[in-house]
């Protein structure tokens, strides 16, 4: 995969069209895109960076009001922002000197049903004591 290229995890993107992690094993290449997300969100700084776009008022963010947020250079934030934009969980536009960034709701939908349990359904005998929730 390209240092440009993004992630996507649904082919096709219908609603329903992707089985959850709960109810068919991943195949390889399915395991394989999806932990490079994981991946992604495997970061602290990360984590926080995609907290403080998503819950910004308006949907957007600059680039000038994320980097005060963190006890990080400025360059260290733009590398953290180019990996979340590559794993397909943000985009960005930029207006004259400064980057505005967004959430794109579809990556994280995406993941929220691969890791949702369909309602109703009881995780399978051989799970461990505890393990449902």
Known sequence: MSKQERVALGRD???G????LLTTPLDEDRAETLAKVFKALGDPVRLRLLSLIASRAGGEVCVCDLTPAFDLSQPTI??????LKQA?????????TWVYYRLLPEMTD?????LTRPAGQSLPENAPAGAAS
Do not use: N, Q, W
């Open 13 to 15: 993107g219908a609603v």
């Open 17 to 20: 069209c992707c089985p959850t």
């Open 78 to 83: 733009s590398h953290h922002l180019k990996l």
């Open 110 to 114: 995406r993941i929220a049903r691969i």
């Open 88 to 96: 397909g969980l943000i985009d960005s536009e930029r207006r004259g």
